[in-house]
């Protein structure tokens, strides 16, 4: 699969405004961009850590993934996200692996990306996001 970078770690948290502080005033990083995605049910907040996001996740419904997660586990990391090259086909790979996948086809995430999880039974207890960013020509 090779992917290329961890594109970003998931945290999921009860409250953006009540989280986002903590990020800013006690480890120093800036909030960039502050983006809502319906078909998910979440809000979310970014956070560079060098090359690396941080991305804060509070549920918009409390029937919705991450209201479950922060019921079930508490607040705290929800999945990290590999960022790959043609997504398809690495979902494609991880299927003929034996990988049980959450999204057969890759849908639009936060921030433009063309995003596909995998199932945690299948990958050691840990949700894990594929990511392409489409809009970025490949070599």
């Given at each position: 699969?090779?992917?290329?970078?961890?594109?970003?770690?998931?945290?999921?948290?009860?409250?953006?405004?009540?989280?986002?502080?903590?990020?800013?005033?006690?480890?120093?990083?800036?909030?960039?961009?502050?983006?809502?995605?319906?078909?998910?049910?979440?809000?979310?907040?970014?956070?560079?850590?060098?090359?690396?996001?941080?991305?804060?996740?509070?549920?918009?419904?409390?029937?919705?993934?991450?209201?479950?997660?922060?019921?079930?586990?508490?607040?705290g990391?929800?999945?990290?996200?590999?960022?790959?090259?043609?997504?398809?086909?690495?979902?494609?790979?991880?299927?003929?692996?034996?990988?049980?996948?959450?999204?057969?086809?890759?849908?639009?995430?936060a921030?433009?990306?063309?995003?596909?999880?995998?199932?945690?039974?299948?990958?050691?207890?840990?949700?894990?996001?594929?990511?392409?960013?489409?809009?970025?020509?490949?070599?």
């Amino acid at each position: 699969m090779k992917p290329t970078h961890i594109e970003h770690i998931g945290i999921a948290v009860n409250s953006l405004a009540e989280a986002i502080p903590f990020y800013e005033n006690v480890l120093g990083l800036k909030c960039y961009n502050i983006e809502e995605v319906a078909d998910q049910r979440v809000k979310t907040a970014f956070f560079m850590v060098g090359q690396t996001k941080i991305e804060l996740l509070e549920s918009t419904d409390p029937e919705g993934p991450v209201s479950k997660f922060i019921e079930k586990r508490g607040e705290g990391i929800h999945h990290i996200a590999f960022a790959v090259e043609n997504i398809e086909d690495r979902l494609r790979e991880a299927e003929a692996a034996g990988i049980k996948l959450i999204d057969i086809q890759p849908r639009r995430g936060a921030e433009g990306l063309s995003i596909a999880f995998m199932h945690p039974k299948s990958t050691f207890g840990v949700l894990t996001e594929l990511c392409e960013n489409k809009s970025i020509t490949k070599r």
